[in-house]
């Protein structure tokens, strides 16, 4: 009867992770909103964060039409917030324009 519980638990917890780590393959603009907050994006070690210059997205309301927003977005990584740039292709990166294009 305990081994059948522990079994039941470990597979619980077994979908949950598989599910978190699911949701987080996923851009989505609250990922994005997410990030604009975090002051580890990129790797940074400081407390700034994006919204530190942009608070609720000030000032970034019309970056969505800018084609180069990815290599904006990693200027202000590297120079801003002493972090790596992110690959233009990972969910952070799609995460963070999508929330970009939610500011509009």
């Known amino acids: ?30 990922l994005g909103e997410k990030l604009f907050n975090d002051p580890k994006l990129g790797g940074a070690t400081g407390s700034k964060t994006c919204a530190s210059c ?30 790596t740039p992110l690959p233009l292709d990972s969910v952070e990166m799609k995460s963070l324009i999508l929330y970009h294009q939610s500011l509009k």
């Open 1 to 30: 009867m305990m081994k059948s519980a522990k079994a039941a638990m470990l597979a619980v917890a077994m979908i949950a992770m598989g599910a978190s780590a699911h949701a987080a393959q996923t851009p989505s603009v609250a």
């Open 54 to 83: 942009h608070p609720d997205g000030a000032g970034v309301e019309f970056s969505y039409k800018k084609p180069n927003l990815p290599q904006i977005i990693n200027m202000c990584i590297a120079r801003g917030l002493n972090g």
